[in-house]
Nanobody, 129 residues
Framework: DVQLQASGGGLVQTGGSLRLACSASGVSFDDYAIGWFRQAPGKEREGVYC????????FVAESVKGRFTVSVDDTKSTVYLQMNSLKPEDTAIYYC??????????????????????WGQGTQVTVSS
C-alpha cells in the first residue's frame, strides 16, 4: 500500500526558500515515478518536478528551472523539493505523487498529473510580495 505525506510548506517572502519533504512508504524509488505537482486557486494542477530514477526521465517545469531541485534520501524514504528564489506565482498547494515507473507518459517536456495514482495530502506554500 503506497502512502505519501508532504510537509514543509509555509509562508515565505519573495526571494526566500523552502524545502518540501515527501515521506513515502510502500514505494521503492527505483520502481516508481515520483512527482511534485502544484495547484493554485482556480488553476489546473501542474507538474513541477517529476522523475523516473530507473530510466532517467525527468520533467522540470520551465517556470521553476534553475530555482527548484529534487533530492532523494533512500535511508529516510524521503524525496525533497528545494525551492529557491521563490516568487508570488509559486503560491499553491504542493503535492507529491507516485506511480509505477513504466506507466506515466513523462519526458522532459511533458507530464500528466492524471497518470499518477498515489497522492499525498498536499502542503500549502504561500509567497508574499
Amino acid at each position: 500500500d503506497v502512502q505519501l505525506q508532504a510537509s514543509g510548506g509555509g509562508l515565505v517572502q519573495t526571494g526566500g526558500s523552502l524545502r518540501l519533504a515527501c515521506s513515502a512508504s510502500g514505494v521503492s524509488f527505483d520502481d516508481y515515478a515520483i512527482g511534485w505537482f502544484r495547484q493554485a486557486p482556480g488553476k489546473e494542477r501542474e507538474g513541477v518536478y517529476c522523475f523516473v530514477r530507473r530510466d532517467g526521465r525527468t520533467f522540470v517545469a520551465e517556470s521553476v528551472k534553475g530555482r527548484f531541485t529534487v533530492s532523494v534520501d533512500d535511508t529516510k524514504s524521503t524525496v525533497y523539493l528545494q525551492m529557491n528564489s521563490l516568487k508570488p506565482e509559486d503560491t499553491a498547494i504542493y503535492y507529491c505523487a507516485a506511480e509505477p515507473w513504466f506507466r506515466p507518459a513523462l519526458n522532459s517536456a511533458f507530464v500528466r498529473w492524471r497518470d499518477f495514482g498515489s497522492w499525498g495530502q498536499g502542503t500549502q506554500v504561500t509567497v508574499s510580495s
